[in-house]
């Protein structure tokens, strides 16, 4: 069963461009070296500049905890949790159609 996170995040202000260039990172090497991660997006609140929302959904609970066990996810997290304002607001879903 495949499994999906959202995640709001909320960055201090002045910390948008590092977190971007973060999270760019984290998507371009989720994509390129996880053939089991669907989808893993980061998007950017159209009115609220440092209001984003990750999107990641994989194919297996498997998937995920390969995610998060990665080198690179373990290099990139901790900067990109320095850039929040707040803790993120992450909440977990099951693939309906």
Known sequence: MSITFIAT???KPGMESRFESL???LS???HESEPDTL???????RTR???YVVYGRFKSEQAFATHQASAFHE???PPILACLA???DLQ???WVA
């Open 9 to 11: 995040l909320v960055v």
């Open 23 to 25: 999270q760019r990172e």
């Open 28 to 30: 371009l090497l989720t």
């Open 39 to 45: 989808v893993y997006d980061v998007i950017r609140h």
């Open 49 to 51: 500049a440092s209001t």
């Open 75 to 77: 290099r990139l997290v």
């Open 86 to 88: 707040q803790e993120m």
């Open 92 to 94: 977990f879903f099951e």
